[in-house]
């Protein structure tokens, strides 16, 4: 992940960047945009599966073998402080924080053991129209174009939608419908991109 040096923070935004980088800009991104390597768990140990191991034991050995440096960084953990830890990860707008079992094992697959808790960020957008083919509403925020709200839209939401919004047609192209300025709803999401964009927006409700 892309650690922003003035903060500390680690910016999803710019890991992408980083990962999409081929040929000639990795070197360059190497230098302007460094990368590290931010490690939470041991799998195996010289041959030794350690999966089934409990998690401390796991972050035990870790603790053991992980010599850090400019590219490898242990994620510290705390024990018992997780209401106080996402209030400062929501203070200081991060993504969120990872919750977990001490005895789980690492199943390598989403499990009730380890669960994600997001810092999530809501808004308020006017719906502009609507897609053709795949499902999705398009998404302005003050005005301006802000993504498209693809996620937790309830069926009979969707049907509310388009009884309103054949209505009130504007035109169309080839892959979207556009509507009057008319329908709100408040979208919930990971955060904003630096484009201006929704990132990951969550339908929560209509607005009136």
């Known amino acids: 992940a892309y650690m922003d ?4 923070d680690i910016c999803f935004e710019t890991t992408m960047r980083r990962f999409q980088m081929t040929g000639a800009k990795v070197a360059r991104g190497m230098q302007t945009l460094p990368i590290r390597f931010f490690v939470f768990d041991v799998l195996s140990v010289d041959g030794r599966d350690v999966r089934g191991l409990p998690l401390m034991e796991r972050k035990a050995i ?23 830890l996402f209030e400062v990860i929501r203070q200081r707008g991060l993504e969120g924080i990872v919750a977990k079992r001490k005895d789980s094992d690492y199943v390598g697959r989403r499990s009730d053991a380890w669960l994600k808790v997001i810092n999530y960020t809501y808004a308020e957008v006017t719906l502009a129209g609507y897609r053709k083919g795949e499902f999705g509403w398009l998404a302005h925020y003050e005005g301006r174009p802000a993504g498209v709200i693809e996620l937790a839209v309830p069926e009979a ?43 990951s927006p969550e339908f929560v409700d209509f607005v009136v």
Do not use: C
């Open 5 to 8: 040096p003035a903060t500390g």
């Open 62 to 84: 870790l603790d053991d073998i992980l010599v850090e440096n400019e590219y490898y960084k242990r994620i510290l953990h705390t024990d018992g402080q997780g209401t106080a």
């Open 157 to 199: 939401h969707r049907k509310a939608f388009h009884e309103i919004a054949k209505t009130i047609v504007t035109g169309e192209d080839k892959n979207f419908v556009y509507i009057q300025p008319r329908l709100r709803a408040k979208v919930r999401m990971r955060n904003w991109y630096k484009s201006g964009m929704l990132r």
